[in-house]
């Protein structure tokens, strides 16, 4: 049964750091490119990073206010995606999800993802 499982959001103080993880089963992750995105209450879901098949050698996209404090990378092996998120402001908030895509060139957009993770809420608050 294919799956993705987003974990490790929480409450954390502005400037602080969380590493979110995404746990993939039920297909194989090296075929597949896998985003982030997130969801603040009132706005549309947008992208913030991604990460390219195994075969394109693992690049990585990037939001445009992400780039520079979030990192994402993947372990095919243990099948996890991890987004490292420093530098976390109140702007932030939101609740985090991870999908999968074959579309590398639209990576960051989500209509081009056909499977999702529950979401993991983050929220920055001091």
């Known amino acids: 049964q294919l799956q993705l499982v987003a974990s490790g959001g929480g409450l954390v103080q502005p400037g602080g750091s969380l590493r979110l993880s995404c746990v993939a089963s039920g297909f194989s992750l090296n075929d597949y490119a896998i985003g982030w995105f997130r969801q603040a209450p009132g706005k549309e879901r947008e992208g913030i990073a991604s990460i390219s098949r195994t075969s394109r050698g693992g690049m990585t996209k990037y939001g445009g206010s992400m780039k520079g404090r979030f990192t994402i990378s993947r372990d095919n092996v243990k099948m996890i995606v991890y987004l490292q998120m420093n530098h976390l402001q109140p702007d932030d908030t939101a609740v985090y999800y991870c999908?999968?895509?074959?579309?590398?060139?639209?990576?960051?957009?989500?209509?081009?993802?056909?499977?999702w993770g529950q979401g993991t809420q983050v929220t920055v608050s001091s």
């Open positions: 999908a999968r895509t074959t579309n590398w060139w639209n990576a960051l957009d989500r209509q081009w993802y056909d499977a």
